[in-house]
Nanobody, 125 residues
Framework: QVQLVESGGGSVQAGGSLRLSCATSGYIIGNCMGWFRQAPGKEREGVASIDLGGGSTYYADSVQGRFTISQDNAKNTLYLQMDSLKPEDTAMYYC???????????????????WGQGTQVTVSS
């Protein structure tokens, strides 16, 4: 049974930074893990993903150059370092993982089978 638990959300001012963590338990047999976000009244958006096999990373245009996704295999933890935060980054952020092989670059939430409960990020101007 795969479980994902996010932490690290909070409230910051624009220009600030946060690091989200996603602690994983169980064996993830798919190849992708990613971060997604959803703001009130908006559709879910793929933020960043990582191919667990080769380590390739992918980002939404809206966060490219500001966010960094990484993994620590020894700690079974996925991270999302968020710098230069903007008010439009305000959302609930979710960690997710696939159960089968997927194209991680697509950042398609429908490809992901396991989801955490989310952590709130609020950026004030």
């Amino acid at each position: 049974q795969v479980q994902l638990v996010e932490s690290g959300g909070g409230s910051v001012q624009a220009g600030g930074s946060l690091r989200l963590s996603c602690a994983t338990s169980g064996y993830i047999i798919g190849n992708c893990m990613g971060w997604f976000r959803q703001a009130p009244g908006k559709e879910r958006e793929g933020v960043a993903s990582i191919d667990l096999g080769g380590g390739s990373t992918y980002y939404a245009d809206s966060v490219q150059g500001r966010f960094t996704i990484s993994q620590d295999n020894a700690k079974n933890t996925l991270y999302l370092q968020m710098d230069s935060l903007k008010p439009e980054d305000t959302a609930m952020y979710y960690c997710a993982a696939t159960r089968v092989f997927r194209r991680c670059s697509l950042l398609n939430g429908n490809d992901y089978n396991y989801w955490g409960q989310g952590t709130q990020v609020t950026v004030s101007s």
